[in-house]
Each structure stands twice: as structure tokens, then as C-alpha cells.
């Protein structure tokens, strides 16, 4: 699964903002047709995410398009005006239903077919940022298309009435059950927008807090958040270290016929050995 550590989303309509992120090194680019863009900016958001995934080279950045919600209208329009371009993946906003998504993947396929291009080659990526969407989250995220779930904090404190403060008490419940919901069935896990874009340091202890929730990723929507959130979402030297010390020791005591044991005057055992692999595997899969 390719890495998500950072998500940049852009106005679909902005052909420099979309140029400028090809050339950041971001993991995933979600050139956006929903609420980044204007109302009146919707028909020019379709063609200029055509045009860019035609004459753009992404490099190594993941190249997605946010269509606007199911039932909004546009939803069928802006994803015919993507598909023939083959992306590598849609991203469906406020998704309420397991059918929400079903409608998305029978599109995706009979393009994939008509295309002859591998079925489950373009990816879905989904917001789940409301009350009903909360609700419904066990049978979502057991949909076979998906890749990860995406948190929308503002999105979310609207649908309930919350107030948003910069702790984010308020969004607790609902962020850790999107966590959970994602470990469930494999999933990416991406969290929250920090709208406060100058504010770096709010942004790293925010990123912070997210990858120790058990978020994979966060969504960004500057260049400057690029750099913070990679880092809090990779894990450091550190942690690889003490993760492969665990992982080897581990192994040592279980041939000793010892469960339990102790590394450092802490107790170690079968939960911490598999929190030593995951952040072994998120290090593997950022490229350390
Ligand atoms: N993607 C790519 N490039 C971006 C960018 C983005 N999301 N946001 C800003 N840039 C570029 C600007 O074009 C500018 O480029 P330049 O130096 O070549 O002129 C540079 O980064 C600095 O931008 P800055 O002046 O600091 O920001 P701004 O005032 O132009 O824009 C926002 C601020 C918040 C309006 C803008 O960042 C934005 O639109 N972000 C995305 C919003 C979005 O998509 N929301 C929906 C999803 S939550
Ligand atoms: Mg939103």
C-alpha cells in the first residue's frame, strides 16, 4: 500500500497549486472538487485535474481526486471527468454507507474493465467526518475497495454541533473510533486538517498526538506541513531501535520458555512485541 504520511489536497481549479506539489516530494497530492473549490469553479476543477493527470509527472506522489459527496449532484460528473485518466485512487467525501462506496466501486470497475486496466488498480480513499457516517462505521470500513479512512475534524464537529477547540477534546470519539475501525480491516488511518497553517508547532504536537492515537497519516493543505508531519508520522531512529531490540530479545526469551520478561527494568510480553512490529512495518513502509 503506498505510504500516506502526508495527504496535500489543493482547489482542483488551481493549476499552479497543483504544479507547485508535484515538485514537494508530498506522499499523496488530492486535487480537490469539493469544498476546496468554488460552487462556480466545479466545471473548471474537472478539467484541469483531467488535464494535470494527463500532462503532469507526479514523480513518486500519489495522485488522487476528491469528488464531491454521494447525493450531492455532482458526484457522477466529476468522476467521469477523472476516470478515463486512470488516478491512483478517489476520494469520496462524508460517506454516510457501505453503499456509498459501493456506488463509487462499481464505477471504478466498469472503467477498470473498459479500460482493461487490473480491477482494484485505482484505489478509494474515504471521508468518514460525520454523525451518520460515525454510526454506520463498521460496515464502511469493511468495503473491499478501500485503502484508508479519512478523519475530517471540521466536518465532524459541524455534523454534531461541537465547538472545535485547539485540543481537539471534542473530536476524541469519533477520532479514535476511525483508528479502530481502520485496524479492524487493514486500513490507513488518516487524521484531522490543522487549518492553522503558519502555526508549525501546533501542527507538530497535533501530528504528534495523531500518530500516537494510531494514525498512519494526517491531511495537510500547505506546503509548509509537508516536512512536520512526514517526520511525526515516520518513526524515529529511536523508536526503530528500541522496536528491533524488542523484536530480537523477544525471540531469545521465548526459546528460554519465557513469555515475560525484562528489558531495561520493563516489563516486556506479546502486546509490546506486536506494537515493535508496527512500527517497524511504518518505518519499512516511509523507506527507513
Ligand atoms: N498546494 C500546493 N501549493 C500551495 C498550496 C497547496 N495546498 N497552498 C499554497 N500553495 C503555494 C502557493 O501557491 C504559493 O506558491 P508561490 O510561492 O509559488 O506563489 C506558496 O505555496 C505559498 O502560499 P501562501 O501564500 O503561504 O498561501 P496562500 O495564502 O496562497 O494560500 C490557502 C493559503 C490556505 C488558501 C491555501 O494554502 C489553500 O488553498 N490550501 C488548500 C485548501 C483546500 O484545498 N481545502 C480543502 C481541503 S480541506
Ligand atoms: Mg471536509
Known sequence: MHSRRA?????????KMITKSVAIGVDSICMDMEDGTAITKKVEARATIA??????DFGKSEKLARIN???????????????PYHPDGIVIPKVESFEHV??????????????????????????????????????IAAHPRLDGIIFGGEDFAASIGATRT???????????????????????????????????????IE?????????????????AQVEPVQTAFTPNDEAIAHAKRIVE????????????????????????????????????????
Not at 459527496?69 to 476516470?83: C, H, N, P, Q, R
Not at 462499481?106 to 480513499?125: M, Y
Not at 528489558?263 to 515493535?276: E, N, V, Y
Request: a negative charge; aromatic letters at 6%; charged letters at 25%.
Open 7 to 15: 495527504l496535500l489536497y489543493m482547489p482542483g481549479d488551481n493549476w
Open 51 to 56: 488535464r494535470a493527470l494527463r500532462e503532469l
Open 69 to 83: 459527496s454521494v447525493g450531492s449532484g455532482w458526484e457522477k460528473d466529476d468522476i467521469d471527468a477523472v476516470l
Open 102 to 139: 459501493e456506488w463509487a466501486n462499481r464505477i471504478i470497475e466498469a472503467a477498470e474493465l473498459k479500460h482493461g486496466w487490473p480491477v482494484n488498480s485505482i484505489r478509494v480513499l474515504i471521508g468518514v467526518e460525520t454523525a451518520k457516517g460515525i454510526m454506520n462505521l463498521k460496515e
Open 166 to 204: 485547539k485540543e481537539a477534546t471534542e473530536l476524541l470519539y469519533a477520532r479514535q473510533a476511525v483508528v479502530v475501525a481502520c485496524a479492524a480491516n487493514d486500513l490507513q488511518a488518516i487524521d484531522i486538517v490543522t487549518i492553522d497553517y503558519k502555526d508549525i508547532e501546533a501542527l507538530r
Open 207 to 223: 501530528s504528534e498526538f495523531g500518530a500516537r492515537l494510531g494514525y498512519s497519516g494526517k491531511q495537510i493543505i500547505h506546503p
Open 249 to 288: 530479545t523477544f525471540e531469545a526469551s521465548q526459546k528460554e520458555g519465557k513469555g515475560a520478561y525484562s528489558l531495561d527494568g520493563k516489563m516486556i510480553d506479546m502486546p509490546l512485541l506486536k506494537s515493535a512490529q508496527k512500527v517497524l512495518e511504518r518505518a519499512s513502509a516511509a523507506g527507513k
